[in-house]
C-alpha cells in the first residue's frame, strides 16, 4: 500500500488547485460523485474481475417474513449478505437512529453461511446496536420500507401491471437503510483484518457491497409479495424500471464528524481526486472520443439535475443552479469552446471557473473525469491509508518550523476572533443516549463542559497564541511536555506538511456552520445521488439509481 502523499507528476502542478480553494465547507457542500466514488470503484473491480452472483437461500413466506442470503462469488473469497425479513407494523417504522424494530435486517458474512450460522445470527442481527456480531461478518446493517411507493409497487405487480415510472423516478428507491455499521462496531470484522484483501481495499467497500445486495433483496420482495397476492396474474418488475431504483439512506450528524477525525484518509480522497482533475487539464489534446463522452455525460448529468427534487430552500436554489450551470456549459461546450486549443480541457476548466456557480463547478469536475477512465480510475488505488503510519509526532522539530506549518495551513483559522460568540456559537459533544455526535449551542444550552476536540481552527489559533512565548529554537517535545493539552493540535499541524489537504479550511463551531456540507462531501465519495437535506442536520439520499443488478454485471457497459 502507497503511503506517499498521493499527488500526479510535477508536470501537473500548474494544473492542480489548492487546499485553500478545495476545503472550504462551501465548495465541500457542493461536491458531485465522480467515477472514483467508491459504489464505482466496487463495480468496476467486480465487473473486471467476473464476480458471480447467486442467492442460495431464499425462505420467506406470504407476508415477507424469513430469511435470505445473497452471494458474490469471486476470484479467491466469496461474500454472502445475510438477510432477515420482518413484518413491522407502521407505527414501529422510524428512520431514527434510536429506533428498535425495522423492516429487514442485514449482515454481510465472510464465505458462504452455515445453518448453525444463519441460527446464530438470526438471534443477533435483527437485535442491531442491542446485538453482537462475529469477525466472520463485516457490516451491520438495516433498512425500512418506502411504504406509499412500496406498497403500490406490490399492488401494481400483483395485478399483472407495471408501476408509474414517474413515481419510481421520484422517489428512486423502495427501501432505504437507516444505519451500515462497519469496521469492527458491535463486534464485526476490524478493518485491519481485511486490509490485505484487494477487493476491500478502497475505503467502505464491505459496506457498499452490503448496500448494493440490499437493493437487489428490495426488489426481489416486492415481486415475491406481489406473487403470494396475485398468484399466476402477477408480474414481475420491468428491468427498464428496476434500472430507476437504488437503495435511500438517512444520514445525519454521526457522519459529519469523520472528516474531522481522519486527517490523512481525508487527504487521500481529497488529493487523489484533485491529481485526477489535474492530470485531465494537463492533457495537451483531445484523446479520440472524449468530447462525445462528455457530451454523453453533461446529458445525464442535465437528466438527473431534472430528476432531483428537494424541499429544503438551501438545497432547492443549489439544484436550479445546477441546472442552469449545466445549461450554461452545454452552450459553451457546443457553441464557443474551442478543443483545438493547448489543454483544451483545461480552458474548459478556468472557464466553469469563471462563469459557473460552485454546484456547477463541481458537476464539471465530475464530468472531466468521467471520459478519462485510464487515466482517472488507477487514482483509486490511492484513497486509503495506515494511519497509524502517520500518527507519530516529531518532538525534534524546532518550534519555529511549527509555526511556519501553522501559519503556511492555518491561515484561514489565525483570522477568527472566538471571543467573538457568533464564531464560537456552537460545540459538538456525544449523546447520552445513543453515543452519537450532537452539535449544541454554547450560549443557550447546557453541556459544553463535554464539548468534543473538533474546534481544529481555534485549536490552532490557541496554538499560535501559545508558540509567542517560545523561542524558535526549542524543540517541539519541550512545548508538549509543559503544554500536554497541545499535543491533538500540534500532530495535526505537522501532518499538514505531508497532507495538506487534510483540513477543512472553516470554523466548525462558527453560528453559520452547516453540518450537510461535510455530509455531502463524504457522501458524494460514497457515490451517493439525490442529495435531499431534511434540516441542516440531517439529509436522505439514493446509492446505486441507474447502475446494474448483480445479475446483470456481466453484460454492463464498463463502469
Not at 27 to 50: A, K, N
Not at 233 to 259: C, D, H, I, Q
Not at 314 to 323: A, G, H, R, S, Y
Amino acid at each position: 500500500m502507497s503511503q506517499t502523499s498521493p499527488f500526479a507528476p510535477s508536470s501537473t502542478a500548474p494544473f492542480r488547485r489548492s487546499p485553500g480553494a478545495v476545503m472550504r465547507l462551501a465548495r465541500m457542500g457542493s461536491s458531485h460523485p465522480t467515477r472514483l466514488s467508491f459504489l464505482r470503484q466496487l463495480l468496476r473491480r467486480l465487473q473486471t474481475e467476473q464476480w458471480t452472483f447467486d442467492r442460495p437461500v431464499w425462505n420467506l413466506d406470504a407476508r415477507g417474513v424469513g430469511q435470505a442470503v445473497y452471494r458474490m462469488s469471486g476470484p479467491e473469497r466469496c461474500y454472502s449478505l445475510v438477510v432477515f425479513s420482518h413484518d413491522l407494523p407502521d407505527e414501529q417504522r422510524s428512520d431514527r437512529v434510536i429506533a428498535t424494530a425495522w423492516d429487514a435486517t442485514f449482515t454481510l458474512f465472510d464465505g458462504t453461511p452455515t445453518p448453525e450460522d444463519l441460527q446464530r445470527l438470526s438471534t443477533q442481527v435483527p437485535l442491531q446496536e442491542a446485538g453482537r456480531v462475529s469477525s466472520r461478518e463485516l457490516s451491520l446493517s438495516r433498512a425500512n420500507r418506502s411504504v406509499r411507493l412500496f406498497n403500490q409497487v406490490v399492488e401494481a405487480l400483483a395485478q399483472g401491471r407495471q408501476p408509474d415510472a414517474a413515481q419510481l423516478e421520484a422517489t428512486g428507491y423502495l427501501m432505504r437503510t437507516t444505519a451500515v455499521y462497519g469496521n469492527g462496531k458491535f463486534g464485526a470484522a476490524d478493518r485491519g483484518l481485511l486490509a490485505d484483501r484487494p477487493e476491500l481495499k478502497a475505503p467502505f467497500q464491505a459496506e457498499l457491497l452490503s448496500v448494493w445486495l440490499t437493493r437487489s433483496f428490495s426488489i426481489d420482495l416486492v415481486e415475491h409479495l406481489a406473487a403470494s397476492r396475485g398468484g399466476a396474474r402477477a408480474t414481475r418488475l420491468a428491468p427498464e424500471l428496476k434500472r430507476l431504483l437504488g437503495v435511500g439512506n438517512s444520514t445525519g450528524l454521526g457522519m459529519a464528524p469523520f472528516l474531522i477525525r481522519h486527517p490523512v484518509l481525508i487527504h487521500r480522497w481529497m488529493a487523489a481526486r484533485e491529481s485526477a482533475l489535474a492530470q485531465v487539464r494537463a492533457q495537451p489534446a483531445l484523446l479520440p472520443g472524449t468530447r462525445e463522452a462528455f457530451l454523453q455525460a453533461l446529458e445525464a448529468a442535465q437528466e438527473n439535475a431534472r430528476l432531483w427534487h428537494s424541499e429544503h430552500p438551501l438545497q432547492t436554489v443549489k439544484i436550479q443552479e445546477l441546472l442552469e450551470g449545466l445549461t450554461a456549459l452545454e452552450h459553451y461546450v457546443r457553441n464557443s469552446w474551442d478543443p483545438q486549443v493547448p489543454h483544451p480541457w483545461d480552458a474548459l476548466w478556468r472557464w466553469g471557473e469563471a462563469h459557473l456557480p460552485l454546484e456547477a463547478q463541481e458537476a464539471l469536475l465530475a464530468l472531466l473525469l468521467e471520459p478519462h477512465g485510464a487515466l482517472v480510475d488507477p487514482w483509486g488505488e490511492e484513497m486509503d491509508a495506515d494511519e497509524e503510519q502517520a500518527f507519530c509526532l516529531q518532538g525534534k522539530m524546532p518550534v519555529q518550523a511549527l509555526r511556519d506549518l501553522l501559519h503556511e495551513h492555518y491561515g484561514w483559522a489565525l483570522e477568527i476572533d472566538y471571543t467573538n460568540p457568533q464564531h464560537s456559537a456552537r460545540f459538538w459533544y456525544v449523546s447520552e443516549e445513543k453515543l452519537e455526535p450532537r452539535l449544541g449551542e454554547r450560549y443557550e444550552e447546557p453541556g459544553a463542559e463535554r464539548e468534543q476536540p473538533l474546534d481544529v481552527g481555534r485549536q490552532a489559533a490557541a496554538l499560535n497564541e501559545e508558540l509567542r512565548q517560545w523561542s524558535e529554537g526549542e524543540p517541539v517535545a519541550t512545548l508538549l511536555l509543559a503544554r500536554p493539552h497541545l499535543r491533538s493540535i500540534v500532530r495535526r499541524v505537522q501532518l499538514t506538511a505531508a497532507y495538506p489537504f487534510a483540513e477543512v479550511h472553516d470554523n466548525l463551531i462558527a453560528a453559520d456552520l452547516l453540518p450537510i456540507d461535510l455530509l455531502r462531501c463524504k457522501l458524494a465519495f460514497f457515490g451517493a445521488t439525490r442529495f435531499d437535506p431534511r434540516s441542516d442536520r440531517w439529509v436522505r439520499i439514493s446509492l446505486f439509481q441507474n447502475c446494474p443488478y448483480p445479475e446483470d454485471l456481466p453484460q454492463a457497459e464498463r463502469l
